[in-house]
Each structure stands twice: as structure tokens, then as C-alpha cells.
């Protein structure tokens, strides 16, 4: 029985071998049309190297030999020529007469540079008006000034996923001035630690969020804003104050536990999801759009940004991209810049001064009133920067005085 299986196995062998050895034949004839001609395969073993060498020197000569015959077939009108010079990016055709059927083959790279560079002509014939604020950044590898444009583009398309909407229903025990007090208490904070200015925008996205999804009493608020500050400064600082300091500057109102728990549950509730465009993203882009821009501009317009920040209704009546925007218009309306909306501008926002105007006319009215305020903590941070805050804020966008006597 075992004699009978082992010899159809065999057989079968070298059936296949057979097989192989014909569609090995059939392959090498398909080779002959190139020139690579071998007449037979070595019954044993490898070829010799000499052999080798003769069938790849045989197949070159071959080749050679069909190139001069196809050349000699070429009409004189026909051949095309290949120039060397680095000016000619393609073949040209020598020929006598115009109308000749053999077409001109472009590559695929000079199609796509001769679109790109009619697509830069146009655009840059349309944006005349538009000045390129990245030009001196462009030995900088950090500015990525090859990729801003797209990065601000994605930050627009997803500002509205870290968006905070309106919350007060939800919070029966806090009202939108106790949220004025504790943004307030949070800037001297951030003063007093010198963090980053982003720190504490991201801060308060942390906390408006928060307060957006879970219900917090009112002895809780000030528990949930140094929790925030302590995710956003392990966020964004490099030397991040530790949970003893914020305690220290609670007055000691919670324990150090008090804090870590807080900060678990915050950060299980936004689902870690930290990483949002805050308005002092766009504040960076927009007040550099401002040409000729300076320091008083700039201070200014981070000044009624962060009123805006510490109003509840501005907060969550507005996107961060048009918040800072109007802090930007606001800013040059403030200080009399002509012309106070370029085209530049509005490139790079990518809103008209119509569209701004409502939300500039509120943080005028909040810059108008920050003097007879109770709540310092700005007035006196941006007094020392360039006394922005005590500049009369901009005519044009207060209501006008209703007057009696008339």
C-alpha cells in the first residue's frame, strides 16, 4: 500500500517539472525579441560566469543593432533632437515641415509647473491689494511659513468643536457674574505665576466647557478654575507651577487632594480633548496682518480680547476667530488707523468689517466701563502695558448719547 502512494507522487513530480520546463522555454523565446537569445539551458547546474557574459554582451549588441535600424528607417524631418541646454525643459522637433503628425510629449512635471505658475500669476494679479505678511519669515524654518496659511485654514474649520455654548440653565447655583469674579481672580493668578498668555486662554475654555457638561455649586467654582489653570499651565508651560503653589494661592480653601480629584473629573468629562483653537491663537495671526503694526496695537488688542474672555456673553456669543478679529478692528478704531479694515485684513480673517462690528461694539462698551468696574485685575495688568487701558475707548463704535434736551 505504501508502494503505491509514493509512486503517483513521482509521477506527479515530474509532470510538473515538465510544465515548468516548457513554460520556461516559452518565456526565454519571448526574450528573443530583445536580442537576449540563448539557444539552450545547461542540463546541470549553473552556467559558466564566461557564458554569462556572452549572452548580456550578445543581448547589448542586439539591442544596439534594432536601435541603428529603427534610426536608419527615420525620415530626415522626423528625428528628434534632445538639447542639453538647461533653459530647454523639453524635446524639440527638427522638422521641415509644420504639419507633421509626431505630437510633442510633455512630462508630467512640466505640466504641473506651467498650471502652478499660472495659478500664482492670477492669484497674485487679483491679491494686488494683499501684502504677504510671511516674506520675512521665510528663512525661518519655526514660522512654516510654507504651511501657516493651511494651518489657520484647519483652525477655522474646527474652532466650532471647541466652541462653548451658552450654559447658564444648566447651572442653577453660578451666574455670569460670579464667572466675572473667578476669570478676574484667575488673571492676577496668572500674573502673579508669570505664565504664558496662552495659559490662560486655554484655561478658560477648560472651565466653560466644564461648566457646559456637569452641574458645579457655587463653593465648588473657584476649585474647578485653579484645577483648569493647573491642566492648562502642564499643557503649555515649560516650568508648570505645582498643586502646593495653587493651593497656596487658594488661601488654602481646598486640600491637595481637593485639587487632583478636581482635575481627574475635568479631564474625564472633556474626554482629554485639550488641543482647540483659543482666540489668542488667531490673536497672533491677526494683529501680525496689521501693516505697519506695533506694540501698542498689539497690547491693545490683547486687552479687549481678554475683556471679551471675562464677559460671560461675549464668551459664548462669539467664535474665537471673529472674538479676536473684532479685538483687532476695535483696536485699530481705537487708535484711528486708517484705512481700519484692509484688504490684508480681511484676507487673513476672513471677515468684513460689517461682520465684526457687532462684536467690536460690545468689547467697546466693556473697555468703557473697566474704569468704574470692580473688577481691576485688567485694568491694572494693561495699564502698565503701554496704558492701553486707559485710553478712550473708540467714539465711532459707542452708541450714540440720547439727548433731552432736543
Same mark, same amino acid.
Not at 380 to 400: E, G, H, Q, Y
Given at each position: 500500500m505504501a508502494s503505491r502512494a509514493v509512486v503517483p507522487q513521482r509521477e506527479n513530480n515530474e509532470e510538473v517539472k515538465q510544465r515548468n520546463a516548457r513554460a520556461d522555454g516559452?518565456?526565454?523565446?519571448?526574450?528573443?525579441?530583445?536580442?537576449?537569445?540563448?539557444?539552450?539551458?545547461?542540463?546541470?547546474?549553473?552556467?559558466?560566469?564566461?557564458?554569462?557574459?556572452?549572452?548580456?554582451? $550578445?543581448?547589448?549588441?542586439? @539591442?544596439?543593432?534594432?536601435?541603428?535600424?529603427k534610426a536608419e528607417k527615420l525620415k530626415p524631418e522626423d528625428v528628434i533632437v534632445i538639447s542639453s541646454d538647461e533653459k530647454s525643459e523639453r524635446s524639440k522637433h527638427v522638422s521641415k515641415k509644420q504639419g507633421s503628425s509626431r505630437k510633442q510629449v510633455k512630462t508630467l512635471t512640466s505640466i504641473l509647473s506651467a498650471r502652478s505658475k499660472a495659478v500664482s500669476g492670477l492669484i497674485n494679479k487679483l491679491n494686488v491689494s494683499i501684502? #504677504?505678511?510671511?516674506?520675512?519669515?521665510?528663512?525661518? @524654518?519655526?514660522?512654516? *511659513?510654507?504651511?501657516v496659511d493651511d494651518i489657520y485654514r484647519f483652525?477655522?474649520?474646527?474652532?466650532?468643536?471647541?466652541?462653548?455654548?451658552?450654559?447658564?440653565?444648566? $447651572?442653577?447655583?453660578l451666574n455670569a457674574k460670579m464667572r466675572s469674579i473667578l476669570v478676574d481672580w484667575l488673571i492676577e493668578v496668572h500674573r502673579k505665576f508669570e505664565l504664558m498668555p496662552e495659559t490662560l486662554y486655554i484655561t478658560m475654555n477648560i472651565v466653560d466647557r466644564f461648566l457646559s457638561m456637569k452641574v458645579v455649586q457655587r463653593k465648588e467654582l473657584q476649585l474647578v478654575g485653579i484645577s483648569a489653570m493647573l491642566i492648562a499651565c502642564k499643557y503649555e508651560e515649560i516650568w508648570?507651577?505645582?498643586?502646593?503653589? &495653587?493651593? &497656596?494661592? *487658594? #488661601?488654602? @480653601?481646598y486640600a491637595r487632594e481637593n485639587v487632583l480629584v478636581m482635575e481627574k473629573k475635568i479631564l474625564d468629562t472633556l474626554e482629554w480633548y485639550l488641543t482647540v483653537p483659543t482666540p489668542y491663537v488667531f490673536l497672533v495671526r491677526f494683529i501680525k496682518a496689521c501693516i505697519p503694526s506695533d506694540d501698542k496695537i498689539e497690547n491693545l488688542?490683547?486687552?479687549?480680547?481678554?475683556?471679551?474672555?471675562? $464677559?460671560?456673553?461675549?464668551?459664548?456669543?462669539?467664535?474665537?476667530?471673529?472674538?479676536?478679529?473684532?479685538?483687532?478692528?476695535?483696536?485699530?478704531?481705537?487708535?484711528?488707523? *486708517?484705512?481700519?479694515?484692509?484688504?490684508?485684513?480681511?484676507?487673513h480673517t476672513g471677515y468684513s468689517e460689517n461682520q465684526l462690528?457687532?462684536?467690536?461694539?460690545?468689547?467697546?462698551?466693556?473697555?468703557?466701563?473697566?474704569?468704574?468696574s470692580k473688577l481691576k485685575a485688567l485694568?491694572?495688568? &494693561?495699564?502698565?502695558?503701554?496704558?492701553?487701558?486707559?485710553? @478712550?475707548?473708540?467714539? *465711532?463704535?459707542?452708541?450714540?448719547?440720547?439727548?433731552?434736551?432736543?
Open positions: 516559452r518565456n526565454r523565446r519571448v526574450l528573443q525579441d530583445i536580442g537576449n537569445f540563448v539557444d539552450e539551458r545547461a542540463p546541470q547546474g549553473k552556467k559558466p560566469i564566461t557564458e554569462g557574459v556572452f549572452a548580456v554582451t $550578445q543581448a547589448v549588441k542586439g @539591442a544596439q543593432r534594432k536601435a541603428a535600424d501684502e #504677504d505678511i510671511d516674506g520675512a519669515d521665510a528663512g525661518n @524654518a519655526l514660522a512654516v *511659513s510654507e504651511y483652525y477655522k474649520l474646527t474652532e466650532d468643536e471647541g466652541r462653548v455654548r451658552d450654559y447658564t440653565d444648566l $447651572q442653577p447655583d508648570a507651577p505645582e498643586v502646593n503653589d &495653587f493651593v &497656596f494661592i *487658594s #488661601d488654602n @480653601a488688542a490683547f486687552y479687549l480680547a481678554e475683556l471679551g474672555l471675562m $464677559q460671560y456673553p461675549a464668551a459664548v456669543m462669539y467664535s474665537p476667530s471673529m472674538l479676536a478679529a473684532a479685538a483687532v478692528y476695535a483696536a485699530r478704531c481705537t487708535l484711528g488707523k *486708517s484705512p481700519l479694515w484692509s484688504e490684508t485684513l480681511m484676507h462690528m457687532d462684536c467690536a461694539k460690545l468689547l467697546v462698551k466693556f473697555h468703557s466701563t473697566t474704569a468704574e485694568y491694572r495688568k &494693561f495699564s502698565n502695558c503701554d496704558a492701553v487701558a486707559l485710553l @478712550a475707548p473708540a467714539r *465711532s463704535l459707542l452708541p450714540m448719547p440720547i439727548n433731552h434736551g432736543e
